[in-house]
């Protein structure tokens, strides 16, 4: 019998922490020729419309591959990288840090499921003044409010995903050598949803043998 708790313990445990994930992979494709070697090295590059989102986005991906024993280095600490860089900045940016390889996130599309529902929407509300005697009456009587509604079709938002596509590329050759795309339900939580991308990626690298581990 406490062995059967034990066991049905450790599974709510899992459905729990499963339910708190927000981001999935849903694709993970090794490119067709790409080169038989391991990435020890690599720039991280966030393609963010805002450089507060970019920075964090590369701090805690490049922190989550420090962590597992590769080098990484975020792509907005270097100058010629700060905006929409040249394809020779990014040359000379590969150089100086010497990556291998270049790991990028990029944001693809929002898909919104919805459903439409007949609802009330206000039309006008205000005071109801016939003429500036019944203004100064109703002051004094109470103000009498009103609004109108109409019947409209109303859409209501059910859920929100945003899908992102990261891939590898060899440094030397500008080649993909790896891609995938994930699902975010939680993008606002942009920590959250970015450690749960960083670890759903590694992963996959590691079991595509992309990835090279310093010792310790």
């Not at 992979?25 to 507060?52: C, E, F, H, I, N």
Request: charged letters at 25%; glycine letters at 8%; aromatic letters at 8%.
């Amino acid at each position: 019998m406490n062995t059967l708790l034990v066991r049905l313990a450790g599974l709510l445990l899992l459905l729990a922490l499963s339910g708190c994930a927000s981001t999935t992979l849903v694709s993970s494709q090794k490119a067709a020729g790409a080169p038989a070697r391991q990435y020890g090295s690599l720039l991280v590059v966030g393609m963010a419309d805002t450089p507060a989102t970019r920075q964090v986005f590369e701090e805690i991906f490049a922190d989550e591959l420090r962590k597992r024993g590769v080098n990484a280095v975020s792509s907005y600490t270097i100058a010629g990288l700060k905006g929409k860089a040249s394809r020779a900045a990014f040359a000379e940016a590969v150089r100086t840090t010497g990556s291998d390889g270049l790991l990028t996130t990029r944001f693809v599309a929002v898909k919104k499921r919805h459903v439409t529902k007949t609802g009330f929407v206000m039309t006008d509300r205000g005071v109801d003044v016939v003429d500036y005697y019944d203004y100064y009456g109703n002051y004094w009587e109470g103000v009498e409010n009103y609004a109108t509604f109409d019947s409209r079709q109303v859409d209501e938002v059910l859920s929100s995903v945003t899908i992102l596509e990261t891939s590898l590329f060899d440094a030397a050759t500008g080649s993909a050598v790896w891609s995938g795309r994930s699902n975010e339900r939680h993008a606002d939580k942009l920590i959250q949803s970015t450690e749960e991308l960083a670890a759903l990626v590694l992963d996959a690298l590691t079991r595509e043998d992309l990835l090279t581990f310093k010792t310790k």
